[in-house]
């Protein structure tokens, strides 16, 4: 998709009310914040705007750019998670800290259902964990 992260949510949000489940990609955790409105407004309130009718299924990938070995800046390096949490109440956040098994957390979501949002860390990639 080209660049336009709130349509990318809200378009997410689409096929998964056609019983899809969903894999979005966000580069950079920096540039998922444009995509705010749609996670929190839509996403977050479908269950219960609906009644629990609607659960949609969607992984939302997101990352923390790297500081090391070359700093991508402040405007791609930030962490929102705490930010995010105080703002959403149906949609799950997972961090995938030092320690965590990133395979095992997506396939805890795959099974369970619902929507998350999975925040790597690119400082961890090719570190052992």
């Keep these: 998709l080209p660049v336009f992260e709130e349509l990318q949510t809200g378009l997410a949000l689409g096929l998964a009310m056609d019983n899809n489940f969903v894999v979005s990609i966000y580069p950079r955790f920096d540039f998922f914040i444009l995509s705010l409105n749609q996670l929190v407004n839509h996403v977050d309130k479908l269950p219960e705007m609906s009644n629990g009718e609607f659960l949609p299924n969607i992984i939302f990938r997101v990352a923390v750019g790297a500081k090391k070995p070359l ?9 929102h998670t705490s930010a995010l949490k105080m703002m959403l109440d149906w949609v799950k956040i997972i961090e995938l800290s030092k320690g965590s098994n990133p395979r095992l957390e997506y396939q805890k979501a795959l099974k369970q259902r619902g929507t998350f949002v999975m925040v790597e860390h690119y400082d961890l990639y090719g570190v052992d964990v």
């Excluded at 700093?71 to 962490?79: F, K, L, M, S």
């Design 71 to 79: 700093d991508a800046g402040p405007q791609h390096t930030q962490n």
